[in-house]
Every structure is written in C-alpha cells, then in structure tokens.
C-alpha cells in the first residue's frame, strides 16, 4: 500500500481510538438511569427495605468527608439538595481513597444494603466538579435518630455514659442511647481513650450511619466520626482552673457590693423612718419652741449636721426672728440691711427664696465670713421653708467639724422638712386666730351678762347713793354721820366698779371718740394699785401732763393696756426686784407707750407672750396702731403701744353729739336699722403690709371694727364663723382667687370689694353691682366714702315718711 496516506505507524493507534469510541458507543448505549440521592435511598414497607435494591443506577454528590474504613469495605458519603447517600466498595478497591470533601462526583453502580444502611457500589466513578464541602448539621441527640440526616455531615454533643473498644473500632455511648463509632484505620495507631470518663462532655462532627442486623431498618443509628472530629470536656474541670479565682472573686464582690445596697437601704430607711417620726411630732407641735426642740433633736442624726437654728419673718418688723429653746439673746435679722456673717445667708434665701448651699464657708463666693475671732461653720444650708407660695422663714443647718456637700438626697429631705414647719407655723397662726376668735365670742357672752347685771345693780346702787346723801344731810352731826358716810362711799365706789364694767361690757358697741390715753393709764394704775402693793411692786408713774387722745374706743384701749399691765405683773412673780414703768411720749404725731418691767426674760414663756400680743396686736391694729416686745440683753423687757394722735379739730369734729358716727352713719341711720347704733365690722384681706395698714386705719377711723388677714383661705374661715359688714380684698391675696372668693362670701357678707392696682374701668364695669365694688390702689378716702356711703344705701330699710295727722 505504497502511496497510502496514512503511514504503517499510525495504524495501531487509530484502531485504539476506534475501538475506545466503539466501547464508549457501546455502554453509553446500557447506561443506567439518572435518580436523585433522596430517590436512591427511598424505603418501603414496615421493614424499612431500599425501593431500589439491586437496581442500577447513576447518581451525583458532593463529598462530605473522607472515607471511614471497616475490616470487609470502605464507605464514604455525598451529598446533594435533595439528600445524602453512601458509596461503599471492598476494602482491597483504593478508589474512594482518592477522594476530598467538596469533590463532585458521578457514580454508576448498583443499590444495595448493608445492615440496613442503603449504599452504592459504583461500577465507574467520574470526578465532575471542585466545590464548597457541605456544612455540618447542628442537631440534638434525639433528632439525630432520624432517617433524613442518613449519609449527611451532623453535629451533636452529650455526656458520655461508656467506652467500649470491637474489632472494627471504638463505640462512645451518650445519653439518650445514642452511639458514636470511631472506625480502626488501616496502619494508624488507634486513638486513646483512656482520659474519657462517664460524665465528660462530648463535642463531636461525623456522618449519620445506620447499623442493623434484623429488620425493621428505623434503629440502630450512630455516628461515624474520625479522631480528630472528636473533643470532650472532663467533668471534674468544667471550667478552666484560672476560672476558680476569678469566680471566687466575682462572688466576693456581688457579695460585698450586695451587703453595701443593703446596709445604704437599710439606712435610708431609717432615716425615712425617723423623718416620718419628725414631720408627724412637727405638725402636731403646739408652739414654735416646740418645733425647734424636735427638729433639733432628730435633724443632727437624720442629716448629721451640727446645729439647727430656725427663723420666722416677721411682718411687723420685717425681720427674721430666731426662736430659741433655751432663753437667751435670740437673732434678729432685718431684711432690709441684713448684717455681715452667716445671717446674710438667710437673709438670701429668703429674698431668692430658693435653696442655699455653701459646701466650704472658707471658699465660698458669697460673702459670709464671720468676723475675727468669731466661730463659724465650715459648711451652711439655708433651706426657704415656704406655705401657700408665702416664705415664712429660712431653717439654717450648720456643719461645724468638717466642709461638706449637701447631696440632692438631702436638700430635697431638708426642703420637705422645710415647707412642714412652715405648714405648722401657719396652723399655729390659724389656730391663735380662732382661738381669738372664740375668746371674742366669750368675751361677748360676757359682756351681755355683765350688762344684764349690771342693768339691774345700776338703779339700787343709784337709790342707796341718793338715800345716804339724803340721810346724811338730814342728820349732820348726828350719831349716825359716819355710817351713812361709809354708806355713801361704798354706794359710790360700787357704782365706780360698775361704771367700769359697762365700759368693758360695752366696749363692742361704741362709736369711735376721742381717748384721753394719760387718764386711761392712770386710772388703770389707781385700779391695780392696791394688788401691786400687796405683792411688793413698785410703780413708776412717767405718764406726760399734756392730754394726749387718740381716736378709738375707751373700752378696748382699756382692756389692751390692763392686759399688758397683768402680763407685766405675772412676770415679775419670781423677779428679785419688783418694777413696772409706764411712760408716754409723742414723735411725728405718734403716741408711744412704753411698759416696762424689771423680770426675768419674757421669752422664757413665749406661749404666753404670744397670747398677750395675738389679742391686743388686732385691736391696737384696729385703731391704726402697732404693738410690740422690745427685748435687749442689756435693757428692761418692755412692751411698746404706737397710736396714732388725733388733732384738735377731729376732736371737736367726732365730740359733736348731733350726729355721732357709727359704722353705718348717723344715728339716724342707725335707728332705722333697730333704734340703736351697731358697730360695723370689716374684714380686709391684703397681703402687703402698708396698704393693710393704711386701710385698717382709714376703716377704723369711720367706726368699723376691722380684722386683717394675709390669704383669701383664712379670710374664708372667718366669713364662716361671724358675720362681716364688708369684706376688702385684694386681686393679689395668696390662696383662693378672688373671682371664686367673691363668689363663695357673696351670701355671707354685707358687701365685697375687690382692691385693684389702679382703677380699671373694664374691671369696675363687668364686677360691680349690688354689694360689689371695686376700688383702685392706693385707697383714696373719698373713693372710700362712697364705697362705704353705697353699703349704707344697700343696706338701709325703705322708709315711708307720715304727716301728723297721718297722711303721707
């Protein structure tokens, strides 16, 4: 075949590829079906048997791990989406060897089973792909007996029960019965067991497997899983040893960090405790010494300062006055020039009315440093203790031994406890209110019984004068003159006494005239007298000659004065030396009275103080006065009356006895009310202290009986107790509003009138009407009149004129 194209050498081979084209032909035409790996280990039956067994087939996998060796085949599993199968081939066949997860392989072989897990002999094995190895399945133990996880890569952890060694490798069993088989590798050392103990946990990462010699094939689950796939924890070191310390010292600190919440808790509630204790003893403190006594004694182990001084305002003053447990020389701050030093603190935060804390006096910007040689705390608190929206005094609380801050915690304690004194202070207030109140309405009880007496012991006291008088003159230089004599001056000096009565009994009901105080006094001094004798006093009689009158009534200037002179009396019971001086004085038409006297400090009895000056302060009040307690530590105590002088002229103008005035005017208008004069009474609610002033006085100067108070709520308690003839109050008094409070005292007062600040013509035209009235600050006496002159017009009874002979 010389010529040919094809050369004698290249024979061989074309007849190679032939023929391997020919066998390709050739089982491409007997290849087996295609299943799925979820297809290829179906069961049926109860007994659990492989669909397939002994069927060809052709499946696709991606390998999950390398290949476990038993003593008769090799075995090793794939995966795909739907599910997971075994291949397995003698153990002499080296191809699964070969083998790494996350290899895709094609497998052609034939179903079989054994002891019960359903495998593959592959007659070709083709590598298609290089993937991703699958991941490990994380399952409980008792999900791992599940036929869907056969042939898949699992993860499970348990507490070992036992270890047993066979021939084909080592069997690790867990609890809920589940086993982990460890196969013995050809030329490898087998792995030690000797640490693992019942008890120890297991972390292991293998492939599902089933073994089974009997059917049904639903048990007999276990794990397949190389050495290296496998940790355990021992059990008697669950925890690293450097864990021990670090645990102990956890425990050590929750322990002490818990003991030191309940110790602060527990503390913090004691001091709620006695907090409570504090507040209940403050509220139901009968006077402001008593007050300080508590807060004194429980404030230093509540908030643990040193001192506790407390101060009130005084309005009449306008100061802050220190109460004080023990007599002493008390502080008297004035707010208007408050001195250097600590008092200057308070002084500030009753301005600011706000809370002050200065943790270091030394470095403080606030200027407070005592003067030399004095001693002063290292650290202040000035607490504003305030009621209703008024200050009614500054608690101060001293921490002498050391600089301190006051926590929140505390200024809120000592705000709290501020503003209950305070509360308690004001129900003092109240309470000496109503008990003037009621020592009025005795005192008016009374008076309709000494007048009722004394109706009837005024004719036969006049009958026996003027019988003695008689027989006196008829027997001149009789035997019987000095017994009619004594008769006669008995008969007048009872008729004295009884004059002296009705002045007291009647004292309510008087118009307004001039008072010779100078006389008032001395008669007063004449009438207790004979009683200071007797007890060793000894009177200092400094009354001025010149006449001095004030306008008022004789009867209550009467009662003020013998008061005081009592008071002045009762002092001096334990008083080594025994004095009282009565002095009179005019300044800038003012008359001053002063009542001294030579006793121990009156403040040693301050609730009696307090009575003394809460029932005259009304009444001088109500003249248009002021009246107060001077006490110096180098001066006599002595109380001090202010009045004002009337002139000549008001003199003559209120000694006319045509038309005296009375509350609602003339006489005559007072008859067609009953026949008899009435004095009218006013309440005035205003809290500045000059125009409640000014007003009183102007009211008292036109006969009215006047009551001030500060706040429309004790203004409201009045109007339910006694009948007032017109009430004044202004649109700024703290409390209830005035637009509620008119409403409220509409039915129970003869008129309302609502002070403005300046006239308002808008205000006056929608609020006035029948017994309402708005009149503008500061209070005019004309605007006044003709608020007055329409009270009376309101007030007065319709009157139908007749003529004598009876026709109108």
Known sequence: ??????????????????????AQLLVAADKPPKLSLQDVTARSGPAFTPVHLGEKVRITGVVNDTAYHFPPYTVIAIEDRTGAAVLSVPVEDTRLDTFQAGEEIEAAGTVESVAGMIVVHPDVLTVLARKMPPLAINLSLPAAEDPRYLGRRVHVR????????????????????FKIFIPRQQDQTPP??????????????????????????NRGFELLAHPEALSHQDRSWSVPPI???????????????????????????????????????????????????????????ILGVSRVHLFVHNRGGRTLDEILVDPGDPVSIPLSAPPAGTRAGAAACYHYRTLLVIPDIDRSPFPIAGKDGEHTPHSLLFVPMMAQGEVIGVLELDQNDRPRDFNSDEQTLAQHLGNQIAVAIRLLDQRNVQEQLFRTEKLAAV????????????????????????????????????????????????????????????AEQVEARPVSVGALLKNLIEFREGDWKASGIRVRDLISTEPLFVLGAQ??????????????????????HKSITVRTSVLAKRLLVEIAFSAPRVSAKPEETAGVLGVTRSVIAGHGGEVRLIEKPDAEPRFEVELPVTTAKERMSTATPAAPVTAGGTLATAAAHG??????????????????????????????????????????????????????????APGLNWVELSERMHPR?????????????????????????????????????????????AASPKVIPFAKDGVA
């Not at 075949?1 to 020919?22: E, F, H, K, Q």
């Not at 348990?158 to 019965?177: I, R, S």
């Not at 009958?463 to 003159?481: F, H, T, V």
């Not at 009867?555 to 080594?576: D, I, K, T, Y």
């Open 1 to 22: 075949m010389a010529g040919s194209p094809i050369s004698g050498a290249l024979r061989p081979a074309l007849l190679g590829v032939l023929c391997a084209i020919t």
């Open 158 to 177: 348990g507490t070992l029960g036992q270890v047993a060694d066979t021939v084909a490798g080592t069997q690790l069993f867990l609890d809920h019965g």
């Open 192 to 217: 030690n067991f000797a640490t693992y103990a019942s008890g120890d946990s297991i972390d292991v990462t293998g492939v599902e497997f089933l073994y089974t010699t009997s059917k049904p094939y």
């Open 243 to 301: 864990a021990i310390p670090i645990t102990a010292a956890l425990v050590l600190l929750i322990t002490l960090f818990l003991w030191t919440r309940e110790r602060r808790m527990k503390a913090q509630r004691e001091r709620l405790r006695k907090t409570y204790q504090l507040g209940e003893a403050i509220l139901s403190s009968g006077s402001s010494v008593e007050i300080v006594k508590h807060i004194s004694d429980a404030l230093p182990r």
């Open 447 to 506: 008076g309709r019984l000494i007048s009722g007496v004394v109706n009837e012991l005024q004719s036969p006291l006049s009958s026996i004068s003027g019988l003695a008088r008689r027989a006196l003159e008829k027997s001149a230089a009789g035997d019987n003159e000095r017994e009619l004599g004594a008769i006669a001056a008995e008969a007048q000096k009872a008729a004295g006494m009884v004059t002296r009565l009705v002045s007291f009994a009647a």
């Open 555 to 576: 009867g209550q200037l009467e009662q003020v004065f013998l008061n005081l002179l009592v008071h002045a009396e009762q002092s001096l019971a334990e008083a080594p």
């Open 675 to 732: 026949g008899e004069g009435r004095r009218m009474t006013g309440l005035v609610i205003e809290p500045d202290e000059a125009t409640q002033r000014r007003l009183t006085g102007l009211l008292s100067a036109r006969g009215y009986r006047v009551v001030p108070v500060v706040n429309a709520d004790a203004a409201l308690e009045l109007v339910h107790r006694m009948r007032f003839d017109a009430a004044f109050c202004s649109v700024h």
């Open 749 to 793: 007062v003869g008129g309302f009138i609502l002070l403005s600040d300046g006239y308002d013509a808008e205000l006056a035209a929608d609020f006035e009407s029948t017994a309402r009235f708005v009149l503008p600050k500061p209070v005019q006496e004309p605007e006044l009149d003709r608020v007055l002159r329409a009270l009376e017009r």
